[in-house]
């Protein structure tokens, strides 16, 4: 599973969801799933993601809106504009921070750590994504 | 002499401290994720507060 938090809708972080949205299509049958949390009180998120979603054509990533102070279990800090977090079975295997956007290296870092989940989400049945 | 000294010194120090700007942000490897439940805007659950994880 790939979870995305994001402070705002960036173009790296619009980059990151198409690439993840991909790598969840190309991954269907090892069940990768991936959702996004964009955390902020500002009410045209919402439209906004719709827009991003249909522009975008994004299918297999879910996007969510949370409030500015996010889950507080994932201890996600102020400072990070974007956290991501690979994990499989309910355990994190990678975890990735950039305080602001993130670029095309950031996201090509993503994608390699996808590698880290896989293969156990593919030897996982129905829960293999989770 | 001294005072241009310090000030490289200074700003070296300042441009260490600034490549080091690594923050940490949330779980890390290991640690067990936690179920929420954010708006969902797209998807099975569109409009719906659900739990993703």
Redesign the interface.
Known sequence: MVAIFAREITPGLTSLVKAIDKASKDNSDAKLGSFVVVMTDDDKTEKTLEALADKEKIKQTVLCIDSPKGPEKWKLSKDAGITVMLYVKNTVKENFVHTKDIDAKGIEAVVAGLKSILPEAKKDGKDGDK | MIRILLSVVAAGLLAAAAQS??????????????P?N??????S?AGEKRC??
């Open positions: 700007d690594e923050i940490k942000s949330g779980l890390q490897a290991g640690d067990k994720v936690s929420f954010p708006l969902n805007v797209t998807g659950s993703q994880v």
